[in-house]
């Protein structure tokens, strides 16, 4: 779950982190409001799921509460990679003598977190990764020792030459590694870390992408999620413990397995169509899980025609031929279907969908062939 | 032969008496596989269907059984501590089918299973099969056939669709591992492919894989390197965007890297035939074969 950087900045703070203060302002006159508070030059930063804020407009500088007010009036209501901007965060601007980055990640390959840091920073550190590799210096944590004082250490002498310098620095990365193990985080990223031109060691941005996973121990962080920033239709999905994504296509798909649900999508565009959607019922099937994921693909105007591709193993396929019997009956479907029933329970299946004439065929091609050309007809 | 599993394996079900648990164990032991215990805290001295016994903790049914085998279908807040348990029972294979334990979790579960020795597979995998010989897991035994392919995937039921394609064209497995659909995954493909070129069963192998992380580009290096035997590669995600999690914790796109694009290229580089669609890698497997 991606949080904002207000959100994030709290979280750093109360683990020790030195993040100047922030206001969040929905308004051009609470962000006015907050400059005045917080006197002197202030940030406007627009607060979206997205990155590059920057260079999309979405941060400006402002001397004073009037050149606040203007800034926030222009970043609200702002569209960022397709996200509407609701909320700003006022900042005060500090002035920057010395710019570096620093990140934890979990890193496939070691199996461990990773504390990255760069002296390239403020830029797009995966940028830095792709193009001067040699810029970014990593140490791998045992999560049983936590970020040891040595690796701290070592990673302060990579961005700075003053030993009191590195010891502070090496005291931020220590408490930003508790934080990212305090909070279930994937992703705890200062970015960038700065020395003021007062001297002081400051992080000006924060980023958490949470563990999804692991949200069941932190109810907490329930409350930081953001739903303008979901399709409600993935808010739905979410709720209902199906995984969906909205696509742009007319072929809508519903699916039990991620790697299937991938593959049907690929086929339909082999195919030479788009699909509408990624939705994957999960192992388990209950018919109301059928009748939900129905609903949510017939709430995107786009879709011309569904098409159900489940492999039982977990699933049974009569579960979801009974689904598709009860979604036929509450639902209001004005778009054809067409189904691909293969393996547990499949003979059962076959029996419920034949009741209702449905036909189902068991080659997934076949039924990705049916279901594009149907669409390409429909109309609704 | 076949890799990790076979005839001998002697396995004990964490979790027999759950949802789950029940149904996958009835499921193995029909299909021929040893299930010697069961892992219930609190219910140690019952049994399963009136067949298996079942103990209190996985160290006791070890002692009891020897088993050298377990799998995992107990919720994710209880996972890791199972992994953990039966790490430190002596187990040698550990299967964890239970899909949604937490990342962290899994980075503290990994160095202690290497510790005491033990193969970890998964977390939220389908398990394993060698056709006509033993299951672990949840894959559909009727599906299988035995035969000369090795099959490694990240993914569950898209790994059925690939085994039903080839059983439907007469190629059969020596064993199908899914190793699961996480970031933090026990066993690699590497590992697998290592297995598979060692086992003398086996003469060509179907690697699945899907978008995220670099896992797909490193085994095809592997495969050029250290594989005599031929590989036939497929990717699921080709029109998944980036950033969004495709269902899997671990089938996400980052900046530019785990593109479907990119893997199939690391594919073709390495010498690995990609097929374009599940269907086609009948064809790839049998020229492969020869």
Do not use: W
């Not at chain 1, 202030?42 to 001397?63: D, E, F, P, S």
């Not at chain 1, 222009?74 to 980055?101: F, N």
């Not at chain 1, 689904?323 to 036929?328: K, N, Q, R």
């Amino acid at each position: 779950m991606k949080i904002h950087e207000y959100q994030a900045r709290k979280i750093f703070r109360d683990h020790g982190l030195p993040v100047p203060p922030e206001r969040v302002a929905v308004s051009p006159e609470e962000a006015e409001a907050a400059a005045r508070e917080l006197g002197g030059k202030v940030v406007v930063k627009a607060q979206v799921h997205v990155g590059g804020r920057g260079k999309a407009g979405g941060v400006k500088l402002a001397k004073g509460p009037a050149e606040a007010r203007e800034a926030a009036g222009a970043i609200l209501g702002m569209d960022i990679k397709g996200l509407e901007v609701q909320k700003v965060l006022v900042a005060p601007a500090v002035d920057i003598a010395d710019e570096a980055y620093a990140g934890i990640i979990v890193d496939r390959a070691s199996k461990r977190p990773v504390l990255m840091v760069s002296a390239a920073g403020g830029v797009d550190i995966e940028q830095v990764a792709r193009e001067t590799p040699e810029k970014i210096h990593k140490v791998e944590i045992d999560p049983r020792y936590g970020l040891l004082t040595h690796q701290a250490m070592a990673l302060g002498f990579a961005l700075y030459d003053d030993l009191g310098r590195v010891r502070e620095a090496a005291r931020l990365f220590q408490r930003l590694y508790r934080a990212f193990e305090a909070i279930d985080a994937s992703l705890a990223e200062v970015n960038p870390l700065v020395v003021t031109g007062e001297g002081e060691l400051q992080a000006i941005d924060a980023k958490v992408n949470l563990d999804d996973n692991a949200l069941y121990r932190h109810p907490e962080f329930e409350g930081l999620r953001d739903p303008s920033s979901e399709a409600p239709a993935e808010v739905e999905a979410r709720e209902k413990g199906l995984s969906y994504v909205k696509l742009e296509g007319t072929v809508g798909c519903i699916v039990n397995g991620a790697g299937l649900a991938m593959a049907t999508m690929d086929l339909i565009k082999y195919y030479g169509a788009e699909p509408a959607n990624f939705l994957d019922i999960g192992g388990s099937s209950n018919p109301e899980k059928v009748v939900n994921a129905m609903r949510i693909i017939l709430s995107d105007p786009n879709v011309k025609a569904i098409l159900f591709n489940i492999f039982g193993g977990i699933t049974r396929c009569d579960d979801v031929a009974n689904g598709i019997v009860s979604a036929l009956k509450q639902l209001d479907v004005d778009v054809p279907i067409v189904i691909r029933l293969t393996g547990t329970n499949e003979k059962e299946a076959l029996e419920i969908l034949e009741s209702v004439d449905l036909p189902a065929t068991n080659s997934m091609d076949e039924v990705v062939q049916k279901a594009i050309e149907l669409a390409k007809g429909g109309a609704r | 032969m076949s890799v990790l599993i076979d005839r001998s394996s002697r396995l004990l079900v964490q979790g027999i008496t759950g949802r789950d648990g029940s149904f996958h164990a009835r499921q193995m032991i029909d299909y021929g596989t040893q299930v010697v215990g069961g892992v219930v805290p609190g219910k140690g001295g019952q049994t399963f269907e009136g067949q298996v016994p079942i103990f209190d903790t996985v160290a006791e049914a070890v002692d009891e059984t020897g088993a050298d085998a377990s799998v995992i279908y107990v919720p994710p807040a209880f996972a890791a501590d199972a992994i953990y348990e039966a790490a430190d029972a002596g187990v040698r294979l550990i299967v964890a089918i239970t899909e949604g334990i937490p990342v962290l979790d899994m980075t503290r579960v990994m160095p202690f299973v290497k510790d005491r020795g033990a193969r970890l597979l998964g977390p939220n995998c389908p398990g394993l099969i060698s056709p006509g010989k033993s299951k672990v897991g949840i894959l559909p035994g009727q599906i299988c056939e035995p035969g000369p392919v090795g099959v490694v995937s990240r993914s569950g039921t898209l790994t059925y669709e690939v085994i039903h394609h080839l059983t439907g064209a007469g190629i059969g497995q020596s064993t199908c591992v899914g190793i699961g659909g996480d970031p933090i995954i026990g066993t690699s493909f590497i590992d697998c492919l290592s297995l598979f070129e060692a086992d003398s069963e086996t003469r060509a192998v179907v690697m699945i894989g899907e978008i995220g992380g670099t896992d797909e580009q490193e085994a095809a290096a592997f495969v050029e390197r250290e594989m005599g035997k031929p590989v036939v590669g497929f990717i699921a995600g080709q029109t998944a965007p980036p950033g969004r999690r495709m269902g899997h914790a671990g089938a996400i796109i980052s900046g530019s890297e785990g593109t479907a694009k990119e893997k199939m290229e690391a594919f073709r580089q390495h010498g690995i035939a990609v097929a374009r669609r599940p269907a086609d890698i009948v064809d790839l497997v049998r020229k492969a074969l020869g």
